[in-house]
Nanobody, 124 residues
């Protein structure tokens, strides 16, 4: 069973919006922290945002602050990433991740569960 399944990616013009969803199994969704990463061609996987199990704390990459919002619906076992004012440099495969420990590390190897990713392409 795939622990995390992303959806919602697509092609959008610069300035547009997309909402990504990450559906998780109950056990995976109950992890202390869930987050979003992205990876552009030829680049390392980059932290984007994270949220605690309660939803009370969030953390963002500086370049997406004010444009992206991470949230979760605990009744649906789903984490969201609302992305507004998208820029061509936001183009990447976006991955959902979950972590077994508290804290907001930004290194991908600090996360224990991963989805398969969803492509986001922002045209100029």
């Amino acid at each position: 069973q795939v622990p995390l399944v992303e959806s919602g990616g697509g092609l959008v013009q610069a300035g547009g919006s997309l909402r990504l969803s990450c559906a998780a199994s109950g056990r995976t969704f109950s992890r202390p922290v869930m987050g979003w990463f992205r990876q552009a061609p030829g680049k390392e996987r980059e932290f984007v945002a994270a949220i605690t199990r309660s939803g009370g704390s969030t953390y963002y990459l500086d370049s997406v602050k004010g444009r992206f919002t991470i949230s979760r619906d605990n009744a649906k076992n789903t984490v969201y990433l609302q992305m507004n004012s998208l820029k061509p440099e936001d183009t990447a495969v976006y991955y959902c991740a979950a972590r077994n420990w508290v804290g907001f590390p930004t290194k991908s190897d600090e996360y224990d569960y991963w989805g398969q990713g969803t492509q986001v392409t922002v045209s100029s």
